[in-house]
């Protein structure tokens, strides 16, 4: 069993910086991939970022490239989404997921992972 526990959500403006965190226990953290996602309302799950067990290797999705890194501490067993320069599309609930299996390519589906956090609510204002 992975336990996924994200925090660091809230309300911003837009242009405004938020770092979301997401604590893992349970299994081996530093041997699989993670990945965040978001939701917004009436909108299926949507993938963000992810990240290579050994963080050398990430993936975003084409919208937000340049302003959204995700990070991770394997000693910490902690993986960080930085968001920088928010924008009114960018609300929604944000989970972190862990992919315990074997990995091909870049995970960007959602049944790729399984495990998943509760979510943390990222609000924008104009």
């Known amino acids: 069993q992975v336990q996924l526990v994200e925090s660091g959500g809230g309300l911003v403006q837009a242009g405004d910086s938020l770092r979301l965190s997401c604590a893992a226990s349970?299994?081996?953290?530093?041997?699989?991939?993670m990945g965040w996602f978001r939701q917004a309302p009436a909108k299926e799950r949507e993938f963000v970022a992810a990240?290579?067990?050994?963080?050398?290797?990430?993936y975003y999705v084409d919208s937000v490239k340049g302003r959204i890194t995700i990070s991770r501490d394997n000693d910490k067993n902690t993986v960080y989404l930085q968001m920088n320069s928010l924008k009114p599309e960018d609300p929604a609930v944000y989970y972190c997921?862990?992919?315990?299996?074997?990995?091909?390519?870049?995970?960007?589906?959602?049944?790729?992972?399984?495990?998943w956090g509760q979510g943390t609510q990222v609000t924008v204002s104009s």
């Open positions: 349970g299994r081996t953290f530093s041997g699989y991939f």
């Open positions: 990240i290579s067990w050994s963080g050398r290797t990430t």
């Open positions: 997921a862990a992919a315990t299996g074997v990995v091909a390519g870049s995970p960007r589906k959602t049944y790729e992972y399984d495990y």
